[in-house]
């Protein structure tokens, strides 16, 4: 049974910082391109970086030069660090996973694109 368990979520003030969690289970985590989204009241859910099982990173425009993804394979687990964040950042961070290859040259960063999801964790930020 996969689980992918986010936590780190939480209400901090704009140009504050959070570390989210993912911890997975239940598929081989190194066989997979693993991801975070995320979604505001409203609109639509987004990528917002991507990993691969050699650690080449991809970022969304919204995320480059704030946001850092990484991961620890031994424990089959993604992070996303948020830093320098914004009112606009508000919203439910997933993780998310698709089998097979990527990186460099291929991204899958569309919604549809992944078949595994966590819960959710709620990152508000607000003055």
């Known amino acids: 049974q996969v689980q992918m368990v986010e936590s780190g979520g939480g209400s901090v003030q704009p140009g504050g910082s959070l570390r989210l969690t993912c911890v997975t289970s239940g598929y081989p985590y190194n066989e997979y391109c693993n991801s975070w989204f995320r979604q505001a009241p409203g609109k639509e859910r987004e990528a917002v970086a991507a990993?691969?099982?050699?650690?080449?990173?991809k970022y969304a425009d919204p995320a480059k030069g704030r946001f850092n993804i990484s991961q620890d394979n031994a424990k089959n687990t993604l992070y996303l660090q948020l830093n320098m964040l914004k009112p606009e950042d508000t919203g439910t961070y997933y993780c998310a996973a698709v089998g097979g290859w990527c990186g460099p040259g291929w991204w899958p960063l569309a919604r549809t694109d992944y078949g595994y999801w966590g819960q959710g964790t709620q990152v508000t930020v607000s003055s």
């Open positions: 990993i691969d099982r050699e650690d080449s990173k």
